[in-house]
Every structure is written in structure tokens, then in C-alpha cells.
């Protein structure tokens, strides 16, 4: 079962304009080869739906959204690696294959304070694309 804050996490990902060809691909993964081997796909998968990720890209340009399409396009693969790990992380969860205790975000959030570190007087802040972690009965990160 998701929480709260996972369930919002996995609505923003598919909300993402360049993330619907890859969770179409995503979601055919899990249903043919199963959640643990979906993640060996991940990069056949993205590759698979880039193609379609470029006319999105492309129709974005067209409409005024974006000026760059070679930039957007470096940015955004960054990004849907992430998204699906996360997409496929979240939904292996949902199935009840992952402890309810452990969770995975791409938010700084609560750990923003626990990872700061100081250098030459000022806070610096890890640039951090997962997190993953585990709870105790306490509630507090491990």
C-alpha cells in the first residue's frame, strides 16, 4: 500500500508530458516479465519510447513551450531515468513486493537537513535524483 505522499508522487510522474510513452512501456514490462525484471529493461525501454518522446518534445517547440529541443531533450532523459525508476519502484510496492517501511522519493524533504554540509560558512546541498530509505516504528529516517 502507497502513502499518501508516494500516490502523489506516482499521479506527478505520469502528469509529466514526456513520461505517458514510457509507462505505457512500463506497464507492458511489468505485465510480461514481472516487477524485478522490469528494472533490467529500463534502458531498452527508454530507448524504445524515444521516438515518441522526441514528438512530444518537438510539439512542445511547435507550441511556444520550449525553445531548445536539443536541450530539452538531454534534460528530460536525465529525467525519465528517474521517473521510471521511481514509477517501477512505486508500482512493485503497490503490489505488496517492497516492505511497507521502505520508500523511495526524488524529494530532498526531510533528509535537506540531515545531508546539508557546511563549506566556507555557506550550506551546500547534495543534488540528489533518488532517495531511497526505510522507517522504524519511531518514524525517523535510518
Not at 505520469?14 to 529500463?42: C, N, Q
Not at 534534460?75 to 503497490?94: D, M, P
Request: aromatic content about 8%; cysteine-free; overall charge positive.
Amino acid at each position: 500500500m502507497l502513502n499518501s505522499e508516494e500516490q502523489t508522487n506516482l499521479k506527478e510522474i505520469g502528469a509529466k508530458y514526456y513520461m505517458p510513452p514510457v509507462i505505457k512501456r512500463l506497464d507492458t514490462l511489468i505485465k510480461d516479465k514481472g516487477y524485478k525484471e522490469a528494472f533490467s529493461y529500463l534502458h531498452s525501454t527508454i530507448t524504445d519510447a524515444h521516438s515518441e518522446v522526441k514528438g512530444l518534445i518537438e510539439a512542445r517547440k511547435r507550441a511556444g513551450k520550449i525553445e531548445d529541443v536539443s536541450q530539452a531533450s538531454k534534460t528530460i532523459v536525465g529525467a525519465i531515468f528517474s521517473n521510471a525508476i521511481i514509477y517501477l519502484f512505486l508500482k512493485a510496492k503497490e503490489a505488496g513486493l517492497v516492505k511497507p517501511n521502505v520508500f523511495i522519493t526524488s524529494k530532498l524533504g526531510k533528509f535537506k537537513d540531515m545531508v546539508a554540509i557546511i563549506v566556507d560558512g555557506e550550506t551546500q546541498k547534495p543534488d540528489m535524483d533518488l532517495v531511497l530509505y526505510g522507517e522504524d516504528d519511531k518514524k525517523e529516517p535510518k
